[in-house]
């Protein structure tokens, strides 16, 4: 983007200089002028007075609106009277021109009332038959209509042979017109373009003054160059300081927008020179336009310098390419406006270009440039945010998902630590309170030896039975019951009394806790133990019954029995009715002397 | 009555004592060998093996499942049971899967022992439900048995090895497991053998799996 714009400044510059190389026959540059409205060349007496060219009016013959005629006379070589040429005015600077070469008319401008034209000056061509022109000396007379105040008067004329006259032309109108017409085409496209992204984004209002500044550009440059829409005399003055008035004053504000500056009462300031430009111009009749256009020059050009300096000023600390790209389009704008202030004051030479108008299609690039700049760094800082907050919301998925690892952790630590508090608890009322009670009747000698042995069989057995309850069993009461059996096997075998296994297909309960399994094995073993060692039995039945929300197991057998009441509170009957309430449930212990044992657990199948 | 030759791996030398003490009692039992570690044994039962193989688990050389294995594939007639504390799920599985037929619980009345040794003479000690409903979930009965492929013939059960296991993990004897289905005791025993033997294959099978998994195979 910088490459363009540098090199489209250079072409701007560079161009105006290039035609120096190309070869004139003539250039007229001295001769007579003499005071007259006649509309016929004037005769050898007429008050001639030396002059030479260019002759600017402002400088030579202040005043009002005037006419006259030059005289200008040149030598011709027999070949270069037998050809056809033509005559090439840098300028049209004139209101009104007749062109006479030898008494006979050429041509003359197509006149100069529009008011583009004092902006823009666009060079002139006329050709010359070469029947008119003849060897030796010839004279050319032009008749010259100009305003002194607007600068008009006569440059130096150009007597081109063949096409010499029209390359100087060309180059000139492309530099002067075609220039200016391509970028017053590019700032109509780019101002209708943004204002189309301000309808879609209105809060953004940079991309309002732009439009603005570049379709009102646009706008005061169109007509004037198609000379088809010519305003009524009266408004001309009017109208062409409203056209510069339409584009710089929204350009200025633009600049400080961009810029990020408020400046009040520089943009009060502003709008109160441009309304005063505009009653001037109001109230100047056309002659007088002059003082319109110096107002103009030299505010527009202390505007442009002041909004320099506040830039300049107001950015010292972010200073971004962006900022540079509009700081030299200013200062080109500076030079540039200066330039032709310089030209209208008479201060340089009076072909010079017309170069100020350059400075809108300049200062709209920058201006552009720094717009589409700000929205990819906005872009770009949306992109980074949206990285930064996707590394945040990783970070704390990272950290919810090590203090979830955490809590199970702890939750683990927990179930192990209930774990062994229960295994332990097993281990006291069971084992160990067995390997206890046992010790005891070792050391008073009291135990038998095959009563020792036994007592150990059953201590082994509690501590397999509790081994047991820590398999994974999901809760499957049949696997439960069938385990008491298989473990108390030997002991039915060996007992000699018939066995019978009346279990039905019951129910998983996976909630079931090692605890509660262990429970249930405890009271179905001790039953079976009492029925299989005291009753004395022939026959000893376990079954189940499962009744709506509660399963019962039976042990059953057809022994002694004994007395209910009779019998102490013992501790085998007692802790048989404890453990069934631990799980909820109860016992229930039916027997008298001769009719047998009944023991019935009860479980509710609902509460596990 | 024939006499049924017992060895016996053993590396605790009181329970050594005890158990050999209680095979000598029995008139239909012979000890033919004793080994206290596992490499003795390894050495001593290459060549020829007796009827009823007892090795302990906890040997201090090698694992008694590695013996056992090394013996069940040698000596496929050999009885092989595992002597355990508590007859628990884990060490039960294994030994089964390393080719026993079934577990004598240290700490056993003398007789119990006999009987149990008896058993497996029969046919195989008795399963615990506890194992028999582990044995049922390692090796599925598939819902539809015309779906069965080929090699599952030989890792997964038939209908009517799910029925037996079924009912053993629900407590019943063999005898009453034989009499629900209709069919002899022997039968329930020779359905018992097979399932063992699926249990080795699919250990074995998951073995070659698992190692060509971790890269051990290709």
């Not at chain 1, 002041?306 to 962006?322: F, N, T, Y």
């Not at chain 2, 049924?4 to 009181?14: F, G, P």
């Amino acid at each position: 983007m910088r490459c363009a714009a540098g090199a489209g400044l250079v072409l701007a510059l560079a161009v105006p200089f290039a035609h120096a190389q190309i070869r004139v026959v003539h250039v007229l540059e001295r001769g007579e002028f003499a005071r007259s409205a006649a509309l016929s060349p004037l005769p050898d007496d007429a008050p001639w007075q030396p002059v030479s060219l260019p002759d600017n009016w402002y400088l030579s013959r202040p005043g009002a609106a005037q006419a006259g005629w030059y005289r200008l006379p040149f030598d011709l070589s027999p070949e270069q009277a037998s050809a056809a040429g033509s005559l090439y005015l840098p300028r049209n600077s004139a209101r009104r021109m007749l062109f006479f070469i030898n008494g006979h008319r050429v041509g003359g401008n197509l006149g100069y009332g529009d008011p583009g034209a004092r902006s823009w000056a666009p060079p002139l061509i006329t050709n010359v038959p070469s029947l008119l022109l003849k060897p030796g000396r010839n004279v050319m007379q032009i008749r010259v209509v100009a305003v002194p105040d607007l600068r008009q008067g006569l440059t130096r004329v150009m007597l081109g042979q063949g096409t010499a006259g029209r390359e100087l032309y060309e180059r000139r109108y492309a530099t002067q017109v075609t220039s200016f017409f391509m970028f017053s085409a590019a700032a109509l496209l780019s101002g209708l373009l943004a204002a189309a992204f301000w309808i879609r984004e209105r809060s953004d209002t940079t991309l309002l003054w732009f439009a603005v500044t570049a379709l009102a550009w646009a706008a005061a440059a169109f007509p004037w160059l198609h000379v088809v829409l010519t305003p009524p005399a009266f408004s001309q003055g009017p109208l062409a300081f409203a056209a510069r008035f339409a584009y710089a004053a929204p350009m200025l504000v633009l600049c400080l927008r961009v810029a990020g500056k408020r400046w009040p009462i520089g943009e009060a300031a502003l709008w109160t020179f441009s309304l005063a430009g505009l009653a001037l111009a109001w109230f100047l009749s056309e002659d007088g336009q002059g003082v319109v256009i110096t107002y103009w020059s030299v505010t527009y050009l202390a505007a442009l310098f002041a909004l320099l300096i506040v830039l300049i000023r107001s950015q010292q600390h972010e200073r971004r390419w962006a900022f540079w790209l509009l700081a030299g389009a200013l200062v080109l704008a500076v030079l540039l406006n200066a330039h032709d202030l310089a030209w209208w004051m008479g201060w340089i030479d009076y072909e010079s270009y017309q170069l100020a108008h350059f400075h809108i299609p300049l200062v709209l690039f920058a201006i552009g440039a720094t717009i589409v700049d700000r929205h990819f760094r906005a872009v770009a800082a949306v992109e980074r945010a949206r990285v930064e907050l996707e590394g945040r919301v990783a970070e704390k998925a990272r950290e919810i998902e090590a203090n979830y690892a955490k809590v199970q952790e702890a939750e683990r630590d927990k179930t192990l630590a209930r774990e062994r508090q229960r295994i332990m608890a097993d281990m006291h009322d069971g084992l160990g309170s067995s390997l206890v009670a046992l010790l005891g009747s070792v050391q008073s000698g009291r135990a038998a030896l095959p009563e020792v042995e036994r007592r150990l069989h059953d201590a082994l057995q509690e501590l397999r039975l509790a081994v047991d309850a820590l398999e994974p069993t999901d809760g499957d009461l049949n696997v439960i019951l069938g385990n008491v059996r298989h473990r108390m096997r030997a002991a039915i075998e060996s007992s000699g009394v018939r066995f019978h296994w009346q279990v039905e297909e019951l129910p998983q309960i996976p909630s079931l806790t090692p605890k509660a399994v262990l429970a249930i094995q405890r009271i179905v073993l001790e039953a079976l133990t009492n029925s299989l060692r005291h009753a004395r039995a022939t026959d000893v039945t376990v079954s189940t019954r499962v009744n709506g929300s509660s399963l019962q197991i039976g042990v059953s057998d057809d022994g002694i029995g004994f007395e209910e009441k009779g019998v102490t509170p013992g501790r085998g009957l007692e802790s048989l009715r404890q453990r069934a309430r631990g799980l909820g449930g109860n016992v229930e212990i039916r027997s008298s002397p001769g009719a047998g044992t009944n023991v019935t657990l009860r479980l509710p199948l609902a509460a596990h | 009555m024939a006499v049924t030759t017992v060895a016996l791996v053993e590396d605790d030398r009181d329970t050594r004592a005890r158990l050999a003490s209680s095979i000598r009692a029995q008139a239909s039992l012979e000890l033919v060998a004793e080994y206290a570690t596992g490499t003795e044994a390894l050495a001593g039962l290459d060549s020829r093996a007796p009827d009823v193989l007892l090795v302990d688990l906890g040997l201090p050389d090698i694992s008694g499942l590695e013996v056992a294995r090394f013996v069940a594939e040698r000596h496929p007639d050999c009885d092989i049971l595992v002597i355990s504390i508590f007859g628990d799920e884990a060490n039960v599985l294994a030994a089964l899967e390393a080719g026993a037929r079934g577990y004598l619980l240290k700490g056993s009345l003398q007789h119990d022992i006999a009987f149990d040794i008896q058993d497996i003479r029969n046919g195989g000690s008795p399963l615990s439900p506890i194992i028999a409903r582990q044995v049922l979930k390692r090796l599925q009965v598939p819902q539809d048995a015309s779906a069965r492929k080929p090699d599952e013939d030989e890792t997964s059960l038939t209908a009517r090895e799910g029925e037996i296991l079924n009912a053993i993990s629900r407590g019943f004897s063999y005898a009453e497991t034989a009499q629900m289905l209709g069919i002899s005791v022997g039968t329930v025993h020779t359905f018992l053998k097979r399932i063992y033997r699926k249990l080795a294959v699919h250990s074995k099978t998951e073995a070659v799996f698992e190692a060509s998994r971790l890269g051990l195979i290709r």
